[in-house]
């Protein structure tokens, strides 16, 4: 049973990290364990930036986005005489494992500093691409979906009164999952994904007949990697000759207060992280399978790709 453990977040913030991080903490402190807050991500093991938390410390954060304990890319981790030096400092501060929540690259440094060290740690995913491989959740993806329908809601409205098309560019470089998710439940009528082809010039012809049958304004749905929502929309203007507008949302997708499932869920993986370390578990990452909370190897979790389901794809051709 270990008797120090630490925890970070980072990659991406996503809101319901702070919910992640005031279960682990409250949940070790409860079965006697000491926990060690390492702030802005890998960076600050490097940094010798950390501390020891309480109780207290994680307080008043559940209903916050981002995350108390900041987060930060670092190179210097990506090395192997990076993750050397962060085990090292392991040792001196006698932190005798880790729960790192974040999206997958976060996850492949937990794994690869395990695999060099063997140094316990649990993952969680905190990303809000939901796209981890193993888990149908990941911390903030719902958040952050609410947030695009939020807007797509309003935009709706002012495509309405002006008759025309409104192109909505929304995060996801490799993933659609925010984009495809959103989109359905904003009524959309195009949803552009990295995960699937498609072509402009039959795009076009059909909302041009679209609108000589009387309709009255379109709204598509682009993740970033599939092209840049404004690029798509100058295609569409001089293809069709309809007045387009396009909205990138960009950072606010990240920020904003968690919903109730993100809070709940990642309070959930927090228990479970912080258990199944102190009781010695090591290269696994905690998410979600038929609302189950399931138990997943890291290896895993980071050497395969998560396919966005083709079910979401049907149903956003169906409903068009």
């Known amino acids: 049973m270990l008797k120090s453990i630490g925890v970070l977040t980072s990659g991406g913030d996503s809101p319901g990290m702070n919910a992640a991080v005031r279960s ?8 006697g364990v000491d926990v060690w807050g390492i702030y ?8 010798e930036d950390l501390k020891k938390l309480e109780r207290k410390d994680v307080g008043d954060i559940i209903q916050r986005g981002g995350t108390m304990l900041g987060t930060a890319r670092c ?30 690259g976060s996850l492949r440094g937990a794994s690869e500093l395990s695999a060099e060290s063997g140094v316990p740690i649990v993952g969680l995913p905190g990303t809000i691409d939901n796209d981890v491989w193993g888990t149908d959740y990941t911390i903030g993806c719902d958040t952050a979906a609410n947030t695009i329908i939020d807007a797509i809601n309003k935009l709706r409205d ?9 192109v909505l560019e929304v995060m996801g470089h ?6 495809i998710t959103s989109g359905i439940a904003g009524g959309a009528e195009y949803i552009l994904v990295p995960e699937e082809e498609y072509d402009m010039d039959i795009i076009c012809d059909d909302m041009k007949y679209a609108y000589k049958q009387g309709k009255r304004y379109i709204l598509v749905v682009v993740a970033e990697g599939v092209a840049s929502g404004i690029e798509i929309g100058k295609i569409i203007e001089e293809k069709t000759g309809i007045d387009t507008r396009v909205s ?3 950072h606010i997708q990240r920020g904003g207060s968690p919903t109730v499932q993100d809070r709940v869920k990642a309070s959930q993986l927090g228990e479970k992280a912080a258990l199944a370390l102190i009781s010695g578990m090591s290269d696994v990452v905690f998410g979600f ?32």
């Open 24 to 31: 682990v903490v409250r949940t070790a402190i409860y079965s």
């Open 40 to 47: 802005n991500g890998w960076r600050g093991l490097l940094d």
């Open 75 to 104: 190179k210097r981790f990506q090395t192997v005489e990076g993750r050397k030096l962060a085990y090292e400092h392991m040792q001196k501060y006698g932190i005798q494992g880790l729960v790192v929540i974040g999206g997958d």
């Open 158 to 166: 002012t495509a309405s009164a002006h008759r025309r098309v409104v």
């Open 174 to 179: 490799h993933s659609g999952w925010l984009a």
């Open 248 to 250: 990138v949302l960009g």
């Open 289 to 320: 399978q038929a609302d189950r909370v399931v138990c997943i190897n890291l290896h895993d979790a980071v050497n395969n790709k998560k396919q966005l389901d083709p079910e979401y794809l049907r149903l956003s051709k169906e409903l068009f």
